[in-house]
C-alpha cells in the first residue's frame, strides 16, 4: 500500500481521513447497520477528482468503494481500510425542456431531479423514495412510479459518462462504446464511475394519488384485485401494495395507529377524473379504513414516504422476482405481512410491466424485464437490540415466498448475504456482462458491488 499524503494535491474536493471532524459522519452510509472506517473518504468536486481516486486506488491496491445516494443496504459505499470516491457533491441537475432532457450529476438524488424537471412540468422514473441517489438506482435497473408509463429508470438513459477502471474517461450511448452502454442498464457499478447521467424527461403534470388502508382480513381480496387490474391497466397507473404499520397520521383512525395494514400506494399521472374512476375499484375490492388520496405534485408523492426511511436506521432486506402472484404466494403474504415489525419497515410488490416492455428483454442488461413484480421484503428498524428479531422476519418472509418466485431477485433489493445469488440475481444477461466486464475492468477493480467477477 502507497500512503494517502500524495492524494490530496491532486483533488479539488474535501479529503476526509480518520481524525478530521467530518470523519464520522462522512464513513457512514444511510444503513447504520453497516459500521465501517475507510482509510480515506474523498468528496469528489469533480471528474478529474473522480479519475484521481480510480488512479490512485489502482496503483496502491486499495479497495475503492464508489458512493452515489449513499442508499445501498450492503453498504458498497464505504468499507474498512477502502478509499472512497464520494459523489455527493457532484449533484448538479440541468434541464433543457425544448429537448426534454436533463444532465445529472452521478452524485444527484431524485429529489434534485424531480424538482429540476418539475419546474418545466417534465419527470422521469425514479424510485419511491426521493433520498436515493440516482446513480447507484439507475445502474441496477431503476423501479419507480412512473416505470408502467416510462419504463425503468434505465431505459430514460441516453447517455453516461463513465471513468473507467485504466483512468480513460469516455462516453457511452447507442453509438460510442454500446457495449458498457448495454451494460451499465442493469449491471450495477461493476464497470466504471459514471459522472454524468443524461436522461429523457417527459411531461409529467400534477398527479392524482396517495395511500389507500385496508384491513388485513380484506388484503386476499385487494390483492386478487390488484392481480387482475394491473395485468392490463392504463400506463398512467403507477402503484403497488405494501405492508406497513399505520402511521400516526390524520387519515388513520386513532386507535388503529400502529397496526398491521395492506397499503395500497398509487400515483396516476392523467387526467383527474379518470383517475379518481380506477382508484375507486381498489374501494369496490374492499372498503378502506383510511386514505389519503389527492392531487399533488409528482416531486411531493415522491417525497411521501421520505419520513419513513431517514438515515441511520438499520436494514436488512430480500428480494424476489415474481411471475404469477399465485394463490400460494398470496398465503405468504397473509401470514407474514401482517407480521411488518416497525413503522419503518415494509414489503413491497411493484409491477414490472406496461412500458417496462417496450424495451426488448436484451436491449439492456437489466435481465428479468420477463418479471411481473419485484417483490422486496424492507426490514428498517431504529434499534441495533432488534437485529435478530427483524433480520428473523425478513428471512423467515423470504423463505415463505421464494417457492412461489421466479429465480433471482432485483440487484438493488439485494443484502450483502445474496452474493451466492448474484448470476440469478442478474438474471439473462450475466454471461454477456462477464465479457464486458473483462474488456473494461479485467482487474475487478470496482467490486464492492453485487460483483460480476471477470473470472466466472
Ligand atoms: C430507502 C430506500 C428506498 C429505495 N427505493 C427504491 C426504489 O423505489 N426503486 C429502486 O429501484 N430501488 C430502490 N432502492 C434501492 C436502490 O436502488 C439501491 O439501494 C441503490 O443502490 C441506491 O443507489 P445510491 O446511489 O443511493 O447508493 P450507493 O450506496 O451510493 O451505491 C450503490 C451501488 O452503486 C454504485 N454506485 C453509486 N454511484 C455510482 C456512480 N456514480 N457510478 C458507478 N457506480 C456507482 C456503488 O458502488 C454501489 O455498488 C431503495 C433503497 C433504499 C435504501
Known amino acids: 500500500m502507497t500512503s494517502m499524503t500524495s492524494l490530496p494535491g491532486h483533488i479539488t474536493g474535501q479529503v476526509v481521513t480518520p481524525g478530521d471532524p467530518d470523519y464520522e459522519d462522512a464513513r457512514r452510509v444511510h444503513n447504520f447497520m453497516i459500521d465501517r472506517h475507510p482509510a480515506v473518504i474523498v468528496r469528489c468536486a469533480d471528474t478529474r477528482d473522480v479519475r484521481a481516486v ?3 486506488a489502482r496503483n496502491s491496491g486499495r479497495d475503492l468503494a464508489v458512493r452515489g445516494g449513499g442508499h445501498s443496504v450492503p453498504g458498497f459505499g464505504t468499507g474498512d481500510g477502502v478509499i472512497v470516491a464520494d459523489l455527493s457533491a457532484m449533484n448538479r441537475v440541468l434541464v433543457d425542456p425544448e429537448r426534454r432532457m436533463a ?22 422514473t425514479g424510485g419511491i423514495i426521493s433520498t436515493t441517489g440516482v446513480a447507484g438506482l439507475t445502474l441496477g435497473g431503476g423501479i419507480g412510479y412512473l416505470a408502467r408509463a416510462h419504463g425503468l429508470s434505465c431505459d430514460n438513459v441516453l447517455s453516461a459518462e463513465v471513468v473507467l477502471a485504466d483512468g480513460r474517461i469516455t462516453t457511452a450511448s447507442e453509438t460510442e462504446h454500446p457495449d458498457l452502454f448495454w451494460a451499465l442498464r442493469g449491471g450495477g457499478g461493476n464497470f466504471g464511475v459514471v459522472t454524468e447521467f443524461e436522461f429523457r424527461l417527459h411531461p409529467v403534470g400534477e398527479i392524482y394519488g396517495g395511500l389507500m388502508l385496508f384491513e388485513r382480513d380484506d388484503a386476499a381480496d385487494v390483492l386478487r384485485y390488484f392481480r387482475g387490474f394491473i395485468a392490463d391497466a392504463p400506463r398512467e397507473y403507477g402503484g403497488f401494495p405494501s405492508w ?3 402511521p400516526p397520521q390524520p387519515f388513520v383512525p386513532e386507535n388503529r395507529v400502529g397496526e398491521p395494514f395492506l397499503t395500497m400506494v398509487s400515483c396516476w399521472t392523467g387526467d383527474h377524473h379518470a383517475g379518481a374512476q380506477v382508484l375507486q375499484g381498489f374501494r369496490d ?5 383510511g386514505e389519503m388520496i389527492a392531487p399533488m405534485p409528482y416531486p411531493v408523492l415522491n417525497a411521501m414516504l421520505d419520513g419513513f426511511v431517514p438515515r441511520g436506521l438499520q436494514h436488512y432486506w430480500k428480494a424476489v422476482y415474481v411471475k404469477d402472484l399465485t394463490e400460494e404466494a398470496i398465503a405468504a403474504h397473509l401470514e407474514y405481512g401482517p407480521r411488518v ?5 415494509a414489503v413491497d410488490i411493484y409491477p414490472i410491466n406496461g412500458a417496462c416492455h417496450d424495451v426488448a428483454a436484451d436491449a439492456t442488461a437489466f435481465g428479468h424485464r420477463d418479471a411481473t413484480y ?9 434499534d441495533p437490540a432488534d ?4 433480520i428473523g422476519w425478513a428471512r423467515d418472509y423470504y423463505a415463505a415466498l421464494a417457492p412461489h418466485s421466479a429465480p433471482g431477485g432485483y440487484v438493488n433489493f439485494a443484502s450483502a448475504d445474496d452474493q451466492q445469488y448474484v448470476r440469478d440475481n442478474y438474471g439473462a444477461g450475466y454471461d454477456r456482462l462477464t465479457q464486458i466486464k473483462r474488456r473494461y475492468d479485467p482487474a475487478n477493480l470496482f467490486h464492492l458491488n453485487q460483483n460480476i467477477t471477470p473470472a466466472s
Open 374 to 382: 419485484a417483490c422486496v421484503i424492507a426490514g428498517m428498524w431504529p
Open 285 to 289: 375490492a374492499a372498503p378502506p379504513v
Open 341 to 345: 415489525p416497525t413503522l419503518n419497515s
Open 244 to 246: 406497513h404499520l399505520a
Open 54 to 56: 480510480v488512479d490512485h
Open 103 to 124: 444532465r445529472v450529476g452521478g452524485g444527484a438524488t431524485w429529489a434534485m431531479v424531480n424538482d429540476a424537471a418539475a419546474a418545466y412540468g417534465l419527470a422521469t
Open 387 to 390: 437485529n435478530e428479531a427483524n
